[in-house]
């Protein structure tokens, strides 16, 4: 059973509009969250987190809210740029829970395309 | 170097064949985790290290993977008598302590034969 879920496998943005990446959870121990990217033969590159204490993280173009009722977080590309196009994975980890070594819990990410 | 190196960055090998494949994470960092990525999947734990304490394997998915990082940086990772479902990439991770971002290798691309 898939702890993380992104349900868009693709999502194709024009440059300079907004993206929103989705992501939702079901274990509520999870208490960080995380944006990956990744370009082809490359490993995942950090972009972004939260902590379940906070509602919104921003950091630049990118912005993560977390919903914790809804079990649900996203993040906000503004504007979109050609480069921005890569594959985004959300990831969670329980970090405050007895026995949890922090390790990442990932979604099967989600392949953005923008189109100039 | 300023991030985590994994080498070698292919490996073809013949099944029932032994490989390592070494990660050196970036320098300072205390926590060194392992991930196995499927094709069209997001990674997935294998194990854990906190300097040179292997704290977490709960991940691994047979007793024929085996992990260690003796001096509390470098980390190797041995598949042995390799079969074709170990075909993936094996990523590697390290973070200032737990808790924090990890950062990733580009990973050891990994086909058996």
């Known amino acids: 059973d898939q702890q993380v879920k992104q349900n868009s496998p693709s999502l194709s943005v024009q440059e300079g509009r907004i993206s929103i990446l989705n992501c939702d959870y079901t274990?509520?121990?999870?208490?960080?969250f995380l944006w990956y990217k990744k370009y082809p033969a490359e490993g995942p590159t950090f972009l972004i987190s939260?902590?379940?204490?906070?509602d919104k993280n921003e950091d630049g173009r990118f912005t993560v809210f977390l919903n914790k009722s809804a079990k649900h977080l996203s993040l906000h590309i503004v504007p979109s740029q050609p480069g921005d196009s890569a594959v985004y994975f959300c990831?969670?980890?329980?970090?405050?829970?007895?026995?949890?070594?922090?390790?990442?819990?990932f979604g099967k990410g989600t392949k953005l395309s923008v189109k100039p | 170097g300023a991030g985590v190196s994994q080498s070698p960055r292919y490996k073809v090998a013949k099944r029932g064949q032994d490989v390592a494949l070494r990660c050196d994470p970036i320098?300072?960092?205390?926590?060194l985790f392992w991930y196995q990525q499927a094709l069209g999947q997001g990674p997935e734990f294998l194990t854990y290290?906190?300097?040179?304490?292997?704290?977490?394997k709960s991940g691994l998915p047979s007793d024929r993977f085996f992990a260690e990082r003796p001096e509390g940086s470098v980390s190797t990772l041995k598949i042995q008598r390799t079969q074709q479902e170990d075909s993936a990439v094996y990523l590697c991770?390290?973070?200032?302590?737990?808790?924090?971002?990890?950062?990733f290798g580009d990973g050891t691309r990994l086909s058996i034969l």
């Open positions: 991770a390290s973070s200032l302590r737990v808790g924090q971002p990890q950062h």
């Open positions: 274990n509520s121990m999870f208490d960080y």
């Open positions: 939260i902590s379940s204490i906070k």
């Open positions: 990831a969670a980890s329980a970090r405050n829970y007895g026995g949890s070594q922090g390790n990442l819990i």
């Open positions: 320098s300072g960092h205390v926590s």
């Open positions: 290290f906190q300097n040179e304490a292997q704290l977490d």
